[in-house]
């Protein structure tokens, strides 16, 4: 019968098949050859220790044993083609695993995505970097793939009781992701393989008979009695269907606006907001593996680090080990950052959203936009923070010391971040409690993490697309919007998702609530 078993081993013999078929035959004390095949279904880095160990969870098949290792394949999907039809606003992770969903239930998605497809979005993404053009509807959050495509992949969640986590990672295997993404503890596919997947995504939707419309951004839902009828876009069409999947994303903010002027139900939701802090790679390797050089078989080290200052949680997000900073403005006359790491996270530098929990009361002074005060506050910092560092894609840049002592920096040093950055004392961007706390945070993050408080690390602001501004509320068991019937709120951009796997569980639960209405 096989075996499975728990160990811990060098990341030299977690590396490396034949060692660790070598280890496990002293550890379970037969010969070599009698081990036929060894499954790993779990590993993680024990870097608690000078000494760093990998911990595996194997699977040891014997001679004559049964491998009973199941192909991860797609579900059998039908041709919906002329199926009851459901608009999915959004071709991010929520709206494409709700397509996936709809057509597993027979159902023929219409997937309306105000940007371009997954390969069109290079040359906007070019054009912020280099040029410093944004375009409203083709950029870092908007497009095919939504924000996650070109800033990150990562796949870890927390969202485990929110539905089943191994089965988006195995359609992600099944649509072309490394295997790895099932046993790794952090799992991570990378922005230059993602666009692959998604593509392939989106072409089995069309052969199964669904539609993904491109450049199509909505502009009106139709409403008649506090019930769905279908909906508008810029181009003048009119798209009828009882049903209507809204995953937008985090940063849809023309949405927010519509539904608010149709007096649709909405809340303002507290979120974070920061900066993303930039090291030498290097340097974070020797804080979090306590040697002069990680060696070949171990990873770029992330990091994860969160105090408690002056009453308000600060920490770590989106960690890119690896990785590079990225301009995300949405419009222009703003400028946002956020980061991302290719699949091998071979950059030289490692970055992190460093960011601060905010509350409702932070947004009294935009209180006359209602519902939109965290958004309005939000955008208020992201176009102060344009201004002073030049009115260009530019982002305000200060050395990590020197920011805690109130000191403009001399000289700021080429960052990964493309756009280029200009020296601005950082508490000018935000309201003066936030820059008191982040001064403070530093400080006791530099206590906890020896050498992380450094003028070799840069600051880049702001980091402050973290999650919504915004919730737009739903019935907690059918996932409908507790005012208008057949509006489904879902994923990052309705409140109730914060990342690739977490936004693709809440899209396919959205569409399993609506499509089991329509098939009764």
């Known amino acids: 019968m096989p075996q499975e078993l728990l160990l811990q081993v060098t990341p030299e013999i977690a590396a490396n098949e034949l060692l660790l078929k070598t280890y496990l035959s ?166 230059n393989k993602l666009p692959q997947i998604i593509q392939d995504i989106r072409e089995k939707i069309i052969e199964c008979g669904g539609q993904v419309l491109f450049e199509t951004r909505l502009t009106d839902i139709l409403i008649k009695s506090n019930e769905v009828q279908g909906v508008v876009t810029q181009k003048g ?52 593996y306590s040697c002069d050089y990680r060696g070949e078989h171990l990873p770029p080290a992330p990091y994860s680090i969160v105090k408690q200052v002056g009453g308000r949680g600060m920490y770590s997000f989106c960690m890119c080990p690896g990785g590079v900073i990225a301009p995300c403005a949405t419009s222009p006359g703003e400028v946002v950052t956020n980061g991302w790491s290719p699949s ?24 006359k936009f209602g519902a939109l005060a965290g958004m309005e506050f939000q955008k208020s910092i992201e176009q102060k923070a344009w201004h002073l560092a030049g009115e260009t894609q530019k982002v305000p840049a200060q050395r990590m010391v020197d920011f805690t002592q109130n000191k403009v920096s001399a000289a700021i040093p080429k960052t990964s971040y493309v756009p280029g950055t200009t020296s601005v004392e950082m508490g000018q961007v935000f309201p003066g409690f936030l820059s008191q706390i982040l001064r403070e945070g530093f400080t006791e993050f530099g206590k906890s993490m020896r050498g992380y408080l450094t003028n070799e690390a840069i600051l880049h602001a702001p980091e402050s697309r973290t999650s919504s501004p915004v919730r737009i509320p739903r019935n907690a068991e059918t996932l409908e919007h507790l005012q208008i019937k057949g509006l489904y709120p879902c994923g990052e951009g309705a ?26």
Not at 158 to 178: C, H, M, P, Q, Y
Not at 249 to 265: M, P, Q, T
Not at 355 to 367: M, N, R, S, T
């Open 26 to 191: 002293k550890q379970i004390k037969v010969s070599e050859r009698d081990i036929q095949h060894v499954s790993i279904l779990k590993r993680s880095i024990d870097a608690r220790q000078k000494a760093i160990k990998i911990n595996l969870k194997v699977v040891i098949y014997l001679e004559g044993e049964s491998i009973l290792e199941h192909p991860i394949q797609l579900p059998d999907y039908k041709n919906v083609s002329s199926a009851p039809e459901v608009i999915v606003v959004g071709a991010g992770p929520a709206g494409l695993f709700a397509a996936l969903q709809l057509i597993e239930l027979g159902l023929k998605p219409i997937v309306l995505e105000r940007g371009k497809d997954v390969r069109g979005r290079r040359r906007d993404l070019k054009a912020i970097n280099v040029d410093h053009v944004v375009d409203e509807d083709s950029n870092y959050c908007f497009g095919e793939g939504g924000a996650g495509t070109y800033s990150d992949g990562k796949l870890y969640t927390r969202s485990k009781k929110r539905g089943d986590v191994t089965r988006i990672l195995e359609l992600l295997v099944a649509f072309g992701a490394s295997p790895d993404i099932l046993v790794d503890a952090h799992p991570h596919i990378g922005t």
């Open 495 to 520: 409140g109730y998702a914060g990342g690739i796997i977490s936004a693709a569980i809440d899209g396919e639960q959205c569409a399993l609530k609506s499509g089991a209405i329509l098939k009764v």
């Open 344 to 367: 091998k996270r071979d950059q030289a530098t490692a970055n992190s959203g460093i960011v601060i929990e905010l509350k409702l009361e932070d947004f009294k002074p935009f209180a």
């Open 237 to 288: 069409d009119t798209i009828l269907a009882k049903k209507l999947i809204l995953a937008t994303g985090h940063s849809a903010r023309d949405i927010f606006e519509l539904l608010d002027r149709k007096k649709v139900f909405i809340e303002a939701k507290p979120f974070a907001l920061g900066v993303r802090a930039e090291h030498p790679q290097s340097l974070i390797d020797r804080i979090q």
